[in-house]
């Protein structure tokens, strides 16, 4: 079976570092990004099968992030999963269904569930 | 000439608008015109010959100073009493000079008054409404102030507000890289005697994260969106997410509603879900034993209103704890930031409606939710 290949963007370093061991512990090819402003370019070249997002980030935001994907005929397929410790799936499910986020998952989230939620999206896709 | 001169004069005596009389040096009275009788109320007959004396009061009955060397003439804008011959006081404000002959010797006086009681009235009147007025500037200036200080007072607790909920969302990133690490070396180092320490981590990291929860739905306690909310399908759903998060617990939930089953209240549904919920969380907490029962009645009140009690057989609440038990940050948990309760209260307070709560440690604890059943 060949890995799936999942690009994660999040500016807090420890956590893209464990992230990323797990996942690839779970047997997928992963690229992380700590700089949210190279997410973009980073996404076109790797073109992974799912991006997992962090949503409030100093540079970038995760939504800037999800609109250019969008925007793009490359990623525009992608499936975009975000993760937030900050934004509510309630008060800006508006904000998230604009960006074309397919799922959202409130930090700090049980690392199986993100593993659920990968292969739900990748069903689909 | 002279007559057509005297007569002039006379006319123009009689005509002044002001009380108007002269005497001779014995202070005699001589002339006396209308205005003069007026004020008075003596007519010229009475006066005539009299001595001014007759109708004088303070201070010009004690000292008059016409005739006084000491004082420069004339007299102008003088102010006194006067007594009228019904015995009422007016006060008057007269002027007066010295009469002289063409030896200029002094042959008598003149004075001219005028009634100002009125004039004074209106003055003390406007004296006191000043007074009042001011007062009321005072009291109003005292107003504002304090509503300032109320106003800066809440943008402080906004400001608080605002800040903490910012706090409280970024404690979640690193509770998040702490979670996916203890799930790392889990996976990595499969030693059993690290399980335990793993598992304290994990369950750390979820009440870390209650915490915040609780904290940003305080921050966050917005007026309240309006809906008929069915009140059994909600408390359904909160007994059953208290089963699933009290596992180990083995709690009977006892339902004695006299309300039907498909009444509704205008209320806003995740709130009162929150409002259920905490109070049931308390209810699975007050068994020590972690087994009891919880008894949950609904009925409408005399007004109409929706009531729903929760009462528990658990440990209690000390009588100096009751009436703090809505106080933010009040707490008597372990491992609570005590908000679950000053969240209901905000929460039932904004649906207009009233939380109360009875308790006797060791008998257990009842809370009754007042809601009316319209805005």
Redesign the interface.
Same mark, same amino acid.
């Given at each position: 079976m060949v890995s799936r290949k999942i690009m994660v963007v999040d500016d807090?370093k420890?956590?893209l570092e464990?992230?990323k061991?797990?996942l690839i512990?779970s047997g997928y090819e992963v690229t992380g990004i700590n700089d949210s402003t190279i997410a973009l370019k980073v996404a076109r070249v790797v073109k992974p099968d799912v991006i997992l997002l962090d949503l409030?980030m100093r540079s970038t935001s995760g939504f800037e992030i999800a609109n250019g994907l969008k925007s793009l005929i490359e990623t525009s397929n992608i499936p975009v999963i975000a993760?937030t410790?900050?934004y509510t799936l309630k008060e800006h499910s508006w904000l998230i269904n604009f960006c074309g986020i397919k799922r959202c998952l409130?930090?700090?989230?049980?690392?199986l569930d993100i593993i659920a939620e990968i292969e739900k999206v990748m069903e689909t896709a | 000439m002279m007559e057509n001169e005297s007569r002039h004069l006379e006319q123009i005596f009689q005509l002044i608008p002001s009380g108007l009389f002269t005497v001779d040096t014995a202070q005699r009275i001589t002339s006396w015109n209308r205005r003069a009788e007026e004020v008075t109320g003596y007519t010229v007959e009475e006066v005539i010959g009299k001595k001014c004396t007759i109708f004088t009061e303070y201070p010009c009955r004690e000292y008059c100073g016409v005739f006084s060397k000491k004082i420069k003439k004339p007299i102008t804008n003088k102010e006194c009493t006067i007594k009228r011959n019904d015995g009422h006081l007016r006060i008057v404000l007269k002027n007066a000079d010295l009469i002289k002959d063409e030896n200029r010797t002094i042959i008598g006086a003149i004075e001219s008054f005028e009634d100002i009681t009125e004039r004074k009235k209106a003055e003390a009147v406007l004296k006191r409404d000043k007074a009042t007025l001011e007062m009321l500037v005072n009291k109003k200036t005292k107003e504002l102030l304090a509503a300032v200080e109320k106003f800066n007072k809440v943008k402080r607790l906004s400001d608080i507000g605002a800040l903490t909920a910012i706090i409280a969302?970024?404690?979640?990133?690193?509770?998040?890289?702490? *979670?996916?690490?203890a799930?790392?070396i889990k *996976?990595?180092v499969q030693n059993p005697s690290l399980d335990s320490h793993l598992q304290n981590i994990e369950k750390k990291?979820l009440e870390a994260?209650q915490i915040i929860d609780n904290v940003l739905i305080y921050s966050r306690i917005k007026p309240p969106q309006f809906e008929k909310a069915k009140l059994y399908n909600l408390l359904d759903e909160c007994i059953a997410t208290a089963k699933i998060r009290f596992p180990d617990c083995r709690i009977s939930i006892r339902k004695i509603c006299k309300t039907p089953k498909e009444c509704f209240v205008e209320a806003d549904q995740l709130q009162l879900k929150e409002v259920f919920s905490n109070i049931l969380n308390n209810a699975y907490e007050s068994f020590k034993k972690k087994k009891g029962g919880i008894t949950i009645r609904s009925w409408f009140d005399k007004q109409g209103h929706f009531n729903i009690s929760f009462e528990d057989k658990g440990v209690g609440i000390m009588p100096e704890d009751l009436k703090r038990t809505t106080e933010p940050f009040f707490t008597t948990k372990k491992n609570g930031v005590g908000l679950g309760l000053a969240i209901c209260d905000q929460i039932v307070n904004l649906h207009n409606g009233n939380m109360k709560i009875e308790s006797k440690v060791g008998k257990g604890t009842t809370v009754t939710i007042t809601l009316p059943v319209s805005r």
């Open positions: 807090d420890e956590f464990e992230l061991e797990m512990f409030r993760m410790g900050y409130k930090k700090p989230f049980n690392p | 969302h970024e404690l979640r990133n690193p509770l998040a890289a702490i *979670r996916t690490a799930y790392n *996976r990595k990291v994260d």
